[in-house]
């Protein structure tokens, strides 16, 4: 099947400073991304749709000047988590698809904020 | 989209089928049911989807009733890694940013 990949896998951070997250579709192109968190034993909740060439759309309660997401070529979206704080601290996971149907998801990335 | 009710857990013995309900009694004429798993600590994965007719690919079958209101998830031959939360989502694809909502999902514990 298609692969998504993202980088890194794991991150610590220090309060205030700000972490990127990159999120690839490696055997793809994807005009759009999703970007999703997930808290401990919770599901997944929809952050952004990322769309190549366009602003993002956030979700309503996600604040757009604090995660900021860029997708500059067709298999490139980045998230950027500014003024990183503890409660930041979460499982960040991206998907695209090749199709109409089918979400392929990223292996996630564990953010931890110190 | 519809909302989708799953229960929160079963499981089943290792080599049995595993046969994971949803219902969806709410669902639109142009809404498709997709199921998703999640392994601890990674991102989920594509299963399987349908409209209307039950359908089959190398991971799963997929049975809708003939109303559209229920579907069963059937893993033929369950073993230890689908251990899994499994996700029952329905969606009416209106395009390339057609979003997935995920629930609470349905963990499913396979014993040896």
């Known amino acids: 099947g298609a692969v998504v990949s993202q980088h890194p896998s794991r991150v610590i951070c220090k309060s205030g400073t700000s972490v990127k997250i990159e999120c690839r579709s490696l055997d793809f192109q994807a005009t759009t991304m999703f970007w999703y968190r997930q808290f401990p034993k919770q599901s997944l909740m929809l952050m952004a749709t990322s769309n190549e060439g366009s602003k993002a759309t956030y979700e309503q309660g996600v604040e757009k000047d604090k995660f900021l997401i860029n997708h500059a070529s067709l298999t490139l979206s980045t998230l950027t988590v500014t003024s990183a704080h503890p409660e930041d601290s979460s499982f960040y996971i991206c998907?695209?698809?090749?199709?109409?149907?089918?979400?392929?998801f990223g292996p996630g990335t564990r953010l931890t904020v110190t | 989209d519809a909302k989708t009710t799953q229960p929160t857990s079963m499981d089943c013995a290792e080599g049995r089928a595993a046969n994971l309900p949803c219902n969806h009694s709410?669902?639109?004429?142009?809404?498709?049911v997709y199921w998703y798993r999640q392994i601890h600590s990674q991102g989920p994965q594509y299963i399987i989807h349908g409209l209307k007719n039950n359908e089959t690919n190398e991971m799963a079958s997929l049975i809708i009733t003939e109303d559209r209101k229920s579907s069963t998830l059937i893993l033929p031959h369950a073993t230890l890694r689908d251990t899994a939360v499994y996700y029952c989502i329905v969606r009416a694809y209106t395009g390339a940013n057609s979003k997935l909502t995920f629930g609470k999902g349905i963990t499913l514990s396979v014993r040896p």
């Open positions: 709410t669902i639109s004429g142009n809404e498709y």
């Open positions: 998907s695209a698809g090749p199709g109409p149907h089918e979400q392929y």
